[in-house]
């Protein structure tokens, strides 16, 4: 009987609702199917349990020891930015040596990047580690897309984007009728392909409240590090200063000036906990003049300066 291997490498706090969901892609194509067309299984350095970022065991087999693949997956989580292991490494550069494809789920990005895996081929990750993983892998072509696939590597943005990355392997072999049914099992009325732009954007959160508002966070958020006066904002989108800021009170319940500067805030965060960049590079990045001028403002938001939080959230990866 024809069938496909797929192996999933759970990577240490691995999201298990990404991982489910590839599974379950799976699974219920076999169960239409009819048939155990596709068998699978968790993949680690050394075949120990792995703990997923909710608490959960999952019992894997060592990749030495592993079954040849049809495709490899890199389940990745919240801890993914600083795991490394030379023999998962070494075994990945085997099975990209013997043309395999290879790709990550969520922030297992991280590790396939890590690994050279995506030095020719585009990638994406969680929104929430895009500027992390930009500033690690500034040579990398990187996408907010939801999907990325190319001939021989994939990776996609986690959660259920895990779910659309498996249909799109399933549609190569079956066709959409079989995915369409797959999909219906789940109540996943769209099947999200590479097009589909991650929602990584507070402007798509308010889009439904004020078309202006949106716009003017969507310049707010590509001009973190450069950023531009509310004067210059409110000219882009074509509106008075003072109707701008009406329209934050309103929709948002704070002014503009604040609002950006809760974005770079949050911007320089996600920098302290996943990058080693220098609290004065972080500023700067964030669109802060000094370091002292960016801990001022974080230690109002965050209850802590930038070295302490940093230390803090490093603790509990």
Not at 66 to 80: E, K, P
Not at 301 to 314: D, L, N
Request: glycine share 8%; net charge neutral.
């Amino acid at each position: 009987m024809t069938h496909s291997h797929f192996s999933f490498v759970l990577i240490p706090g691995f999201s298990l609702v990404a991982f489910s969901c590839a599974i379950d892609a799976l699974r219920g194509a076999n169960l239409i199917l009819d048939q155990a067309y596709y068998d699978w299984a968790s993949l680690s350095p050394d075949g120990r349990p792995v703990i997923s970022s909710s608490d959960i065991e999952v019992p894997t087999v060592a990749v030495k020891k592993s079954r040849n693949s049809d495709l490899i997956a890199i389940c990745g989580g919240v801890s993914s930015h600083t795991y490394h292991d030379p023999e998962l490494t070494g075994w990945l550069h085997e099975q990209a040596s013997q043309k395999k494809r290879i790709g990550a789920i969520s922030d297992g990005s991280y590790v396939a990047a890590e690994a050279g895996l995506f030095d020719q081929a585009p990638s994406t990750i969680h929104w929430r580690c895009q500027d992390a993983y930009r500033e690690r892998f500034p040579h990398l072509d990187i996408r907010a897309s939801m999907l990325e696939i190319s001939d021989k590597r994939f990776s996609c943005a986690g959660g259920t984007a895990s779910l659309d990355l498996m249909l799109h392997f399933i549609q190569e072999e079956h066709g959409g009728e079989l995915v369409s049914l797959i999909a219906q099992n789940f109540f996943h009325d769209t099947v999200r392909d590479g097009t589909r732009e991650q929602h990584l954007m507070s402007a798509f959160r308010v889009a439904g409240k004020n078309p202006v508002l949106s716009e003017a966070i969507l310049l707010m958020e590509r001009h973190l590090e450069q950023r531009l006066t509310i004067g210059q904002v409110a000219e882009r989108v074509n509106i008075s200063r003072r109707q701008l800021d009406r329209i934050f009170q309103q929709s948002v319940g704070k002014s503009p000036q604040a609002f950006y500067r809760d974005l770079r805030l949050t911007r320089a965060s996600v920098l302290l906990a996943q990058t080693n960049m220098s609290v004065g590079e972080i500023a700067l990045g964030c669109g802060f003049q000094t370091a002292s001028h960016l801990g001022q403002h974080f230690k109002e938001r965050f209850g802590a300066t930038p070295g302490v939080y940093r230390k803090s959230i490093g603790s509990t990866l």
